[in-house]
C-alpha cells in the first residue's frame, strides 16, 4: 500500500473544492491535492447547462460548465495537483485518508489540514415513502438532468415532477424545450422549495402549473410508468394523471459518510458539520464548506464561504490554533438553522456572514439578531422564504455587546 503526504487535501471537486483549493494556494500553501471520485472535474455543474451562475462572483451571467471552468482554468495555472476517478474510502481524526483509484491501488494519505466539499444527493424514493408499483420511469431530477444533458437521452415524452426544489424546476423546463410534455409539478408544502426566478422562468415561461399542498400518493404500471395518483392535501380529494416519467424534487442530502467517519459533530438541523466562523469542524484540522455543510441555493454562495475555508486551512497549516473564548449562534423564532454556529470573540474585528433558513414565507418582516434578550441589530425584508437562503452581515461594531450566545429570529415588523 502507497502513502503519501500533503499539507492539505481537499475532497470534492466541485464549486466548493476548487473555490477552497485556489484561496488556499493564494494564502502560500504550495502541496494541495484535490480528490474527486469522477473522471471530470466541476462537481455537478457540467451538467448544469443552464445560465444564472456567477452574478455575484464574477458580475455576469454563466452557464454551471463555464462557471466550473473559470475555476479549473485557475486551478490549473496555480498548479494545484488533483486526482480524478479516486474514492476517499475513510477519513480519520487525526486526518489520514484511504483512497483507492485504478492506477495507484489503495493509498494512504497524511494531510496536515483536510477540507470536505463533498457537495450532496438527492432524496431517493425510498425515502419519501411513495405506495405503489415499482416500474421504469421513476428517476430523480438530477439523474434526469444527467441523461439529457450528458448522455443525451430523453427520460419519457410524458411527465409528472414531485417537489419543487430547484433541479425538479430546472428540468421541467429543459423536459419541454426537449418536446415532452410536464403535465404539472407538485409541492407538499404550501410554498415552493426552489428559487423565486425559477419558478417564473421555467415553470410560468412555459404555462407548467405548480400545485401545492399537492402529492403523489400512488404509482401505477408495471413495466413501465403509465400514471400516478395525486392528492390534494388541503381538500382531502385525490386524482389519477396519465403519465410514464416521474421526476423526483424532494429535496437534498449532504454527503456527510466521511465526515461521520472522522468523529466531526454533525448538526441535526444542516445535516452537516457544526463550524466555527472559519469554517473549522469540531475536529481540529478538519473543515467543511459548500452544500456538503448545508444545502446552497446559489453556486455563488457557495464559493464565497469555501473560500473562507481555504483561506482558514491555510492559516491553520502555516500554525494558526483556534481560539478558546467562543460565541454560539443559534436560530431564534421563525429561523430553521443558522451557519456558522460558533463565532470566535477575537475574529469580530472584521465583518462576519452569516447563512439561515426561515421555517416559512413572511412578508414585511424583519431579521432581530439578539445576544441575551439585547437586540443588536434589525434587518428589514419585503419577503423571505423557505427556499432560499438568508444572508446578513454583522458589523464589527457591534461585536463587544455578544455575550456568549447571539440569536438570529425573525418577526413581524
Known amino acids: 500500500m502507497k502513502t503519501k503526504h500533503h499539507q492539505l487535501v481537499v475532497i470534492g471537486a466541485g464549486p466548493a473544492g476548487l473555490a477552497a483549493a485556489i484561496e488556499a494556494g ?15 472535474l466541476g462537481g455537478i455543474l457540467p ?17 454551471g460548465p463555464e462557471y466550473a471552468q473559470r475555476f479549473i482554468d485557475q486551478m490549473l495555472k496555480d498548479e494545484i495537483g488533483y486526482a480524478a476517478d479516486t474514492t476517499v474510502l475513510d477519513l480519520t481524526p487525526g486526518r489520514q485518508l484511504t483512497t483507492v483509484n485504478d492506477r495507484d491501488g489503495l493509498c494512504l494519505i497524511q494531510a496536515d489540514a483536510v477540507i470536505l466539499a463533498m457537495g450532496c444527493r438527492e432524496r431517493p424514493r425510498g425515502t419519501i415513502g411513495i405506495p405503489g408499483t415499482r416500474p421504469a420511469g421513476i428517476f430523480t431530477a438530477g439523474t434526469a438532468q444527467r441523461f439529457v444533458n450528458i448522455e443525451g437521452y430523453m427520460p419519457g415524452k410524458k411527465a409528472v415532477i414531485l417537489g419543487s426544489g ?18 404539472m409539478v407538485c409541492e407538499l408544502m404550501p410554498w415552493a422549495g426552489g428559487l423565486a426566478r425559477n419558478i417564473v422562468q421555467c415553470l410560468d415561461d412555459f404555462g407548467i402549473p405548480l400545485l401545492l399542498e399537492h402529492t403523489i400518493t400512488r404509482i401505477q404500471g408495471q413495466k413501465r410508468l403509465e400514471g400516478v395518483t395525486i392528492t390534494d392535501l388541503k381538500k382531502n380529494r385525490s386524482f389519477e394523471v ?6 423526483l424534487s424532494a429535496g437534498l442530502i449532504p454527503e456527510n459518510e466521511l465526515t461521520k467517519k472522522a468523529g466531526i459533530i454533525i448538526d441535526p438541523l444542516t445535516g452537516g458539520a457544526r463550524v466555527d466562523n472559519r469554517m473549522q469542524t469540531s475536529v481540529e484540522g478538519i473543515f467543511s464548506c459548500g452544500n456538503v455543510l448545508h444545502v446552497n441555493d446559489l453556486a455563488d454562495n457557495v464559493t464565497e464561504e469555501s473560500r473562507l475555508a481555504g483561506k482558514y486551512a491555510a492559516d491553520h497549516i502555516k500554525g494558526s490554533k483556534k481560539p ?32 439561515f433558513r426561515v421555517n416559512s414565507i413572511m412578508r414585511d418582516a424583519k431579521i432581530v439578531v439578539k445576544s441575551k434578550g439585547r437586540i443588536l ?7 423571505m422564504t423557505p427556499g432560499e437562503m438568508e444572508k446578513i452581515t454583522l458589523g464589527k461594531n457591534v461585536s463587544g455587546a455578544i455575550d456568549e450566545v447571539l440569536e438570529i429570529g425573525v418577526e413581524k415588523k
Open 242 to 247: 396519465s403519465c410514464d416519467t416521474l421526476l
Open 377 to 383: 441589530g434589525t434587518y428589514n425584508r419585503k419577503i
Open 26 to 40: 493564494k494564502n502560500g500553501i504550495r502541496d494541495i491535492m484535490i480528490i474527486e471520485r469522477e473522471k471530470l
Open 47 to 63: 451538467q448544469c447547462i443552464h445560465p444564472g451562475f456567477g452574478l455575484h462572483i464574477f458580475k455576469e451571467e454563466l452557464t
Open 166 to 183: 430547484d433541479i425538479g424546476l430546472i428540468m421541467a423546463r429543459r423536459l419541454t424545450l426537449e418536446g415532452a410534455k410536464v403535465e
Open 324 to 355: 478558546d473564548k467562543c460565541i454560539s449562534v443559534i436560530p431564534g423564532d421563525g429561523v430553521r438553522y443558522a451557519v456558522p454556529q460558533i463565532l470566535y470573540t477575537q475574529d469580530l474585528d472584521e465583518d462576519k456572514k452569516l447563512f
